[in-house]
Antibody, heavy 120, light 110 residues
Framework: QLQLQESGPGLVAPSETLSLTCTVS??????????WGWVRQPPGKGLEWIAS???????YSNPPLKGRITVSLDTSKNRFSLRLSSVTAADTAVYYC????????????WGQGALVTVSS | QSVLTQPPSASGTPGQPVSISCYGS????????VNWYQQLPGTAPKLLIY???ERPSGVPDRFSGSKYGTSASLAISGLQSEDEGDYYC???????????FGGGTKLTVL
């Protein structure tokens, strides 16, 4: 059974960079059948896709966030990461990592989520 | 403002049928398969329906999905108390070249 687990600081200061890692077990991030993505959910609000990355490093990002996002893969440790720069209070959210299929795409496995608060 | 439009709320009594709509455009629902997610309080989203009308293993058959043109619907044939939560439609948008989510529908079992 595939499992995803987010990790990273729960508190980030305004204007700093948010960094999260998603460790995958039970499957390989080198698979050509899947993308590895990030989705966030501000408190009390809906879901927002952030970015997705393929095994070869190809990346898609949500246009409003594109200039602030870096996503990367670490195949040696079977994990992938998100960096979001210049954060503000509006970036406070639960951040989920998730897998989605490459064809007729759908997110099929999700991490439990990590709350990141932006505050001084 | 979400690219996909869902009603903010829906409700019903146990055993009743309920339906949740999702309206989009030619670049998303009109071009790509629709997925539905269930998010129970305090938990991560769970895949409920994929590729318009397919159920993952373990999802009860009282959940079903459909798509017509640029709109889609999630139907629950017999509401149960454990169905109370938030429901989201989501799919790929060809114009945005990325994923879009509906704003979510809060389902209340009366």
């Amino acid at each position: 059974q595939l499992q995803l687990q987010e990790s990273g600081p729960g508190l980030v200061a305004p204007s700093e960079t948010l960094s999260l890692t998603c460790t995958v077990s039970g499957g390989s991030i080198s698979s050509r059948a899947y993308y590895w993505g990030w989705v966030r959910q501000p408190p009390g609000k809906g879901l927002e896709w952030i970015a997705s990355i393929f095994y070869n490093g190809n990346t898609y990002s949500n246009p409003p966030l594109k200039g602030r996002i870096t996503v990367s893969l670490d195949t040696s440790k079977n994990r992938f990461s998100l960096r979001l720069s210049s954060v503000t209070a509006a970036d406070t959210a639960v951040y989920y990592c998730a897998r989605h299929t490459a064809v007729a795409p759908y997110f099929d496995y999700w991490g439990q989520g990590a709350l990141v608060t932006v505050s001084s | 403002q979400s690219v996909l439009t869902q009603p903010p709320s829906a409700s019903g009594t146990p055993g009743q049928p309920v339906s949740i709509s999702c309206y989009g455009s030619s670049s998303n629902i009109g071009s790509n398969p629709v997925n539905w997610y269930q998010q129970l309080p305090g938990t991560a989203p769970k895949l409920l329906i994929y590729s318009n009308n397919e159920r993952p293993s373990g999802v009860p058959d009282r959940f079903s999905g459909s798509k017509y043109g640029t709109s889609a619907s999630l139907a629950i044939s017999g509401l149960q108390s454990e169905d109370e939560g938030d429901y989201y439609c989501a799919l790929w948008d060809d114009s945005l070249n990325g994923w879009v989510f509906g704003g979510g529908t809060k389902l209340t079992v009366l």
